[in-house]
């Protein structure tokens, strides 16, 4: 996982709103957030696919880009270690229908995985194994 990570990871405060989110996700062309509680750890994944839904959807009692990404850090985070092997992570995006996931060390957040780093790497292999 180590090396196909992308790092450094945008991250956004579970404090602020999907708007916040989404503006950010625009501004540096970017699908995944990282999202810290306040003591600075990390406490959920937001992807544009999550985001998307939500800021389509028009509702008269209250503006989905308004919503809090506290609501999106109460279910469990599925991370791994920078050590860990993509081939053993994999089962695990598609079981949780993930299409990222926090790359973290000793706690700390180190960087981020995602599919499209995952067929970067499948892409350059089978590319060499063409060649040979």
């Known amino acids: 996982v180590r090396d196909i990570m992308s790092n450094p990871v945008f991250t956004i405060q579970k404090s602020?709103?999907?708007?916040?989110?989404?503006s950010m996700m625009?501004?540096?062309?970017?699908?995944?957030?990282?999202?810290?509680?306040t003591e600075g750890l990390l406490c959920g994944m937001l992807s544009?696919?999550?985001?998307?839904?939500?800021?389509?959807?028009s509702s008269?009692?209250?503006?989905p880009s308004l919503l809090s990404i506290e609501n999106f850090c109460a279910h469990p985070l599925i991370s791994t270690?920078?050590?860990?092997?993509?081939?053993?992570?994999?089962?695990?995006?598609l079981e949780h229908d993930?299409?990222?996931v926090a790359v973290t060390?000793?706690?700390?957040?180190?960087?981020?995985l995602t599919y499209p780093d995952i067929l970067k790497v499948v892409?350059?292999?089978?590319?060499?194994n063409a060649d040979v």
Do not use: C
């Open 26 to 37: 625009q501004k540096y062309e970017i699908h995944h957030l990282a999202v810290l509680n």
């Open 98 to 100: 993930l299409d990222g």
């Open 16 to 22: 602020q709103t999907l708007g916040e989110a989404w």
């Open 60 to 63: 008269q009692d209250a503006q």
């Open 123 to 128: 892409i350059k292999m089978q590319a060499f």
């Open 81 to 93: 270690s920078p050590d860990a092997l993509v081939k053993d992570l994999v089962p695990a995006l």
């Open 105 to 112: 060390e000793n706690g700390l957040l180190s960087g981020i």
């Open 48 to 57: 544009e696919k999550v985001i998307l839904p939500l800021l389509m959807r």
